[in-house]
């Protein structure tokens, strides 16, 4: 998944509210939907490199996913703990 910087300043980057794995990338797709971002598909038109790292602890996921799916209903396009938290201004 890659994004314009501008778009990802738009929804305040990726929700570090988020604990343990999963649904992150599904929430940040919902929220830059949500702000009018529009999807491109870009298979086999770029190179993909992923990092390697630990997975983290699954036990989280279903409150994850509960999360992404009530932001979903109420099309919200802020994260809670996001870019802003960290000083970037946008």
Excluded: C, P
């Excluded at 009018?36 to 983290?56: N, P, Q, Y």
């Excluded at 279903?62 to 946008?90: D, F, P």
């Amino acid at each position: 998944m890659a994004f314009w910087r501008s778009d990802l300043e738009r929804v305040n980057g990726f929700d570090e509210s988020f604990r343990g794995w999963g649904y992150e990338d599904s929430d940040a797709v919902a929220r830059l939907f949500h702000a009018g971002v529009m999807r491109k598909d870009g298979a086999f038109s770029t190179e993909i490199f992923h990092l390697w790292h630990r997975e983290a602890k699954r036990d989280q996921a279903s409150s994850n996913q509960h999360i992404v799916l009530e932001r979903m209903k109420t099309k919200e396009t802020q994260a809670a703990r996001g870019l802003r938290e960290h000083g970037v201004t946008v």
